[in-house]
T-cell receptor
Framework: KAGVTQTPRYLIKTRGQQVTLSCSPISGHRSVSWYQQTPGQGLQFLFEYFSETQRNKGNFPGRFSGRQFSNSRSEMNVSTLELGDSALYLC??????????????FGEGSWLTVV | KQEVTQIPAALSVPEGENLVLNCSFTDSAIYNLQWFRQDPGKGLTSLLLIQSSQREQTSGRLNASLDKSSGRSTLYIAASQPGDSATYLCAVSYYGQNFVFGPGTRLSVLP
């Protein structure tokens, strides 16, 4: 059974640009959540999608957005990149349907460097 | 505010030792608690998931306990090995919300 796949793994962008990251969840999982990890702030929740609907959102500015497709694949977008957006962006998938708290599985992450 | 803390921040032990990692959370109304392992530059690997109604979970050399009333969980690692070296993160979830992560404990097991 394939795990959570994130692309690209590494990317470098310039301030002001925008970036799109992709996540393919484990087959059969309909919940996809995104996290940002930085040395200073640790792991912070960005948003969660379930059946193409955003179910939860963390405390991030509107420059951070996401969506989920009918096949459960998800993308997140960051517009007008700032230096502070440099981080490891992690995607996690879960089979949970009703906040029953099933195990979540993480991808390897996308390393974003903003210069 | 729901916060998760982990003590110690870093730990270095000789191979073969048994060790305990600690996790504390401010809001005891958790839905469940999960322990993860993260290797440098990698994603997180789930180790153990404890539902709020459970007191402990075991997997191989790992044992995690949960005391909701005191807002604490411990991860016990028996007979540590150099391959156990990683950062261990504790995360709690609340109904209708996503996981809140602790800052992690960086473990080094010396051969």
């Amino acid at each position: 059974k394939a795990g959570v796949t994130q692309t690209p793994r590494y990317l470098i962008k310039t301030r002001g640009q925008q970036v799109t990251l992709s996540c393919s969840p484990i087959s059969g999982h309909r919940s996809v959540s995104w996290y940002q990890q930085t040395p200073g702030q640790g792991l912070q929740f960005l948003f969660e999608y379930f059946s193409e609907t955003q179910r939860n959102k963390g405390n991030f500015p509107g420059r951070f957005s996401g969506r989920q497709f009918s096949n459960s694949r998800s993308e997140m977008n960051v517009s007008t990149l700032e230096l502070g957006d440099s981080a490891l962006y992690l995607c996690a998938s879960s089979s949970r349907t009703d906040f029953s708290g099933n195990t979540i599985y993480f991808g390897e992450g996308s390393w974003l460097t903003v210069v | 505010k729901q916060e998760v803390t982990q003590i110690p921040a870093a730990l270095s032990v000789p191979e073969g030792e048994n060790l305990v990692l600690n996790c504390s959370f401010t809001d005891s109304a958790i839905y469940n608690l999960q322990w993860f392992r993260q290797d440098p530059g990698k994603g997180l690997t789930s180790l153990l998931l404890i539902q709020s109604s459970q007191r402990e979970q075991t997997s191989g050399r790992l044992n995690a306990s949960l005391d909701k009333s005191s807002g604490r969980s411990t991860l016990y690692i028996a007979a540590s090995q150099p391959g156990d070296s990683a950062t261990y993160l504790c995360a709690v979830s609340y109904y209708g919300q996503n996981f809140v992560f602790g800052p992690g404990t960086r473990l080094s097991v010396l051969p």
